[in-house]
């Protein structure tokens, strides 16, 4: 029995502002208003100005998922990182979100935490949605994943990494050749026991990559590759750390160590300091990444800086215009866009 007293109880969705609700304001269609919202570059600055007050004063919010429905398409292009939170990928995911937004869309992210298992998984509930487009870091999938990108309907784009046999579009580098390069940049510095630290994260197959460049540059120079792996799943700084003690306790000291990344060459630098190690005089250390902390360490730590910035923005230009959303290049879209890593040198291979 109903409480006569009580406020008839609202129905979902009365009252809410409409698209409908937007045109009569303006005093224009319903598709005109559309129109600003979907195609902006088809409608005159001034009406665009007075649709933008009447949405931002009615409050208006752009039904997504009907706007989806009808298009069979989304305005957001979903994005799969090992780590949100990892400093190495900050800049891809800002460049990437600040020029999608540029354009009316909107990045969708998700962390594999270098699982292809997780990967497999994002990529499975993202392409439930009809993303725009869909957008994957390195190469190591799933068969089940290998599966979805060759039947998605929609542009399907590979970061941090440059394979230009697979049908992905290719933004990115050898991680092999940032192996190489670190190497012989070492070697050129004078030094020729030169280690180096692979990544605690299980699943890290880029460091594997780098690792690969690293141990075939020193057997090209007459040396041999001297690998270290960390405990699985210990903390960067940890692992780095580990790592340093278990190099410099043996009777045959490495002269330089390269890591996986910053993070663990930062563990490492701290711990030999603790220790008493003179840094590079005893020992230099170089690392991936160009992190934020990588100048501000005492002393500075030389590194290898991947163009972050640049596979973000690249990215979702490569995008925008397979939705012919910005004019193409001259031939047509790139599948490969190749970009380049370099050495940073600071204090910390100095010697």
């Not at 957001?76 to 990182?81: D, P, S």
């Not at 690392?287 to 002393?299: H, I, K, N, S, T």
Request: aromatic share 8%; proline share 7%; with cysteine.
């Amino acid at each position: 029995m109903s409480d006569e007293s009580s406020p008839p109880r609202k129905r979902r969705g009365a009252g809410r502002v409409t698209l409908n609700t937007v045109a009569r304001h303006v005093g224009v269609s319903a598709i005109t208003v559309s129109r600003y919202f979907n195609q902006p570059g088809q409608v005159s600055p001034e009406l665009r100005e007075r649709i933008a007050a009447a949405v931002e004063a009615l409050g208006y919010v752009p039904n997504q998922v009907a706007g989806g429905l009808a298009s069979a398409r989304s305005k957001v292009v979903a994005m799969v990182v090992p780590n949100i939170s990892g400093p190495i990928f900050a800049n891809t995911i800002q460049g990437f979100s600040d020029t999608l937004s540029q354009h009316g869309l909107q990045p969708l992210l998700a962390s594999s935490y270098f699982s292809p298992e997780q990967e497999e998984s994002a990529v499975r509930a993202f392409l439930g949605w009809s993303p725009a487009a869909l957008v994957l870091t390195s190469r190591f999938h799933t068969p089940a994943t290998e599966r979805m990108i060759a039947q998605a309907d929609m542009p399907v784009i590979e970061t941090w990494d440059y394979q230009p046999e697979r049908a992905p579009i290719q933004i990115g580098f050898s991680h092999h050749q940032v192996g190489v390069t670190a190497t012989r940049y070492l070697h050129d510095k004078g030094y020729r026991r030169i280690a180096f630290v692979l990544n605690s994260m299980a699943g890290d197959l880029s460091a594997l990559e780098r690792c690969q460049g690293y141990s075939d540059t020193v057997q090209a120079l007459g040396l041999a590759p001297w690998v270290f792996t960390p405990q699985t799943g210990l903390a960067p700084f940890e692992a780095g750390k580990q790592a340093m003690h278990a190099l410099m306790s043996g009777p045959q000291r490495p002269d330089a160590i390269f890591f996986a990344n910053d993070n663990l060459a930062a563990g490492g630098l701290l711990a030999g300091q603790r220790a008493g190690l003179r840094i590079p005089e005893d020992c230099a250390v170089m690392g991936f990444g160009d992190y934020a902390f990588a100048e501000m360490l005492l002393p500075s730590l030389s590194t290898i800086k991947p163009p972050a910035l640049e596979i973000g923005v690249l990215a979702a230009q490569r995008v925008l215009q397979s939705l012919e959303m910005l004019p193409l290049d001259e031939d047509g879209i790139r599948h490969l866009n190749r970009l380049d890593c370099r050495v940073i040198e600071r204090e910390s291979t100095q010697g």
